[in-house]
């Protein structure tokens, strides 16, 4: 009997202490993204080629190969040089492999906000950081347990902020490539909860398709739902995920967990690292894991289209 419950204290501080683990690095990734050091990563800065490089370097330690010759997909606009960071893991079924998967979030931002208690710097930690980050642990998931049957990009977009001009160039040079694209998921703003009488997440274009059944099937808990005024402020069209739809006619949607009652700084300069609940953040990139393996792994294309 003291030896069984030894063995279950054990497992389950082994298990707090991965969570603790994992919860860190989350803190550690946001905190650099959204230091001061990076000047608020607007789209051409040295802060954005910091942030850029940092990528990378995540990508390189966790052998997420990249997709093109590097993991710099570049673009110009007018005098600026742009480029979004497209990491890879090629899938392990023969047949399912030639299918695609985008997980994607973009890591830029706006530089500069109203100065307010003398900062101007607009560090960007839920917008975007929050997703970026949140896209790192898949790709360093996946990458570790090996068990994805259709390939998968994880794409971090650059000049979000400017337009969706990155996620543009990007979905019209894979379209001109005829990539076999499935499913897109863009994840935008994830840094603090909603409320507890909601679901945790939502997602853009609700009725566009059925992913958001899907992805709550696959987790086996209902995960993502409805926002409302999501159709008034025209949410499916103002983020990474718009391109993809327009370019491949495929599910392609937005998740989020900021629902403009539940933080106030948005493009603010106090969008800091201290006002995020990583707690929250782990929770949800955790709980979207079976969703994403279901989704990734599903022997037939169940996620369609719909007639809205």
Same mark, same amino acid.
């Given at each position: ?16 202490? %991965?969570? %603790? ?21 607007? &789209? ?23 997709? +093109? ?85 994880? &794409? ?22 005829? *990539? ?16 507890? &009488? ?16 899907? *992805?709550? %099937? ?17 949410? +499916? ?45 782990? %929770? ?25």
């Amino acid at each position: 009997m003291i030896i069984i419950l030894c063995l279950v204290l054990f497992l389950g501080c082994k298990g707090t202490t %991965s969570t %603790s683990a994992q919860l860190s690095e989350i803190r550690r990734n946001l905190s650099y993204l959204a230091s001061d050091n990076l000047l608020g990563r607007q &789209t051409g800065s040295i802060g954005l080629e910091k942030a850029a490089v940092y990528i990378e370097e995540v990508f390189k330690d966790h052998n997420i190969e990249p997709y +093109f010759e590097t993991y710099r997909d570049s673009f110009h606009l007018n005098d600026l040089v742009g480029y979004n960071l497209v990491g890879y893991i090629e899938g392990n079924d023969p047949t399912l492999k030639d299918e695609f998967v985008i997980l994607g979030a973009h890591y830029d931002h706006i530089g500069q906000g109203r100065k307010v208690n003398g900062d101007v710097i607009a560090n960007g930690a839920n917008d975007d950081a929050s997703g970026t980050v949140a896209v790192l642990e898949w790709a360093k998931f996946f990458s570790k347990t090996k068990q994805t049957k259709r390939s998968i990009l994880f &794409t971090l977009f650059d000049a979000e902020e400017m337009g969706l001009k990155g996620s543009e160039h990007l979905a019209r040079r894979l379209k001109a490539e005829n *990539l076999n694209l499935y499913t897109m998921i863009n994840i935008e703003m994830i840094g603090v909860p909603r409320a507890k &009488t909601q679901i945790m997440a939502y997602i853009t274009g609700f009725n566009k398709s059925n992913i958001a059944d899907k *992805l709550n %099937s696959y987790a086996g808990q209902d995960i993502i739902g409805i926002f409302p005024q999501e159709k008034q402020f025209q949410l +499916f069209m103002r983020s990474d995920n718009y391109p993809f739809f327009n370019e491949f006619n495929i599910p392609a949607h937005a998740i989020s967990t900021f629902d403009f009652s539940n933080f106030d700084y948005y493009h603010h300069v106090d969008d800091e690292v201290d006002k995020m609940n990583f707690g929250h953040m782990t %929770s949800f990139i955790n709980t979207m894991i079976p969703a994403l393996e279901g989704m990734i792994n599903a022997p037939t294309q169940e996620i369609r289209l719909t007639d809205e």
